[in-house]
């Protein structure tokens, strides 16, 4: 017997018609972000997108470029949304559900950025030995991402079509100072 894992966007979808259900009689807003966080640790890659709707992980940066004004940049989607609905969870879930519309089917632009091979040094917690690492990293093709409806401009690099390397910026200046600075730095020998 095969069991098909389930997809956020529609757990969304029967959870804003029927809140008390999946979040509890005593549901906030809060406790959506809760149940997203949770759903979140414990699911696949592909249990956050499908091939109609973008990447919910997207969405918390994505968010910080579609609103005209944000509540400082490491809050996430639900900071955002709370503070634009202080003490009123029903606007606030109003206005997730609205926003996430928007975000799930905004066409995505990747754009091919010409700059040299480059390596930098990037740290990651190895879950065997639990000590964070340093590891070096090459990138040896850069893009530009952008979606509808949203300001925010993400820099994906790949070493053979995995990703390595990912930062975003809120406005062009930024993108192109990081674009700048990446093109300034060259490959280090790897025998070092």
Known sequence: MSYRKPNLYEILEHLEKRKAMYLGNEYTFHSLDAFITGFGI???????????????SDFNIWILGHLPEHFGQSGGWHWQISNRNPNNDENAFKEFFEFLEIFKTAKKEKEKIEVEKF?????????????????????????????EHSKTIWIEGYNQKRLTYDRWFLSENEYKNAITELSKIKLIDLKN
């Open 42 to 56: 414990g699911c696949d890659r592909e249990q956050l997108e499908t091939e109609q709707f973008n990447n919910f």
């Open 119 to 147: 390596e930098f040094e990037k740290s990651e917690f190895n879950t065997k030995t639990k000590i964070q690492v340093n590891k070096r990293e090459i990138v040896d093709s850069i893009y530009k991402v952008t979606m």
